[in-house]
């Protein structure tokens, strides 16, 4: 699976596992695991990173070799492709003038129904950390900001 890596990004992430196998053996815990990718600035949720692990660790035992870190590494980044995708096309569901930007309104509307509902004080202080220049809208950028809120939409 690792051959979904560019060279580059295998040099790196053997690198940093090595500075975590602290015994030498050639093995991460599980629970190092999120310490590690967040020295790298990438920072997946517990659940996702739960879930990557189980479908990389088919064993169960909760330890990782290298070839195996590379593994889920590589699963990342293919899902974290997926959600970019998932992203532009919800954007560009409420962005139906193709203005490049939506407003607080339709975002608070879908915070507060859609996927995992936030409540209003939720919903207003996740909107505001998107909206990077307080204009009221939030550009395809500032998208990126709620990422990690669940918008299961349907076209």
Known sequence: MSSELMQEQITEYKGVFEMFDEEGNGDVKMQELE???????INPTKR?????????????????????????MALYHERTKTQDAELRAAFKVFDKEAK??????TLKYVLMNAGEPLNEIEAE???????RD???????????TIKGHSLSITT
């Open 125 to 131: 202080q996740m909107m505001k950390e998107a909206d």
């Open 134 to 144: 307080g204009d009221g809208t939030i550009d395809y950028e500032g998208m990126f």
């Open 35 to 41: 310490r590690l990718m967040s020295l790298m600035g």
């Open 100 to 105: 490049g930007y939506i407003n607080w309104n």
């Open 48 to 72: 996702e990173l739960s879930q990557m692990a189980k479908d990389v660790d088919k064993n169960g035992k909760g330890i990782f070799n290298c070839e195996s870190f590379l593994g889920l």
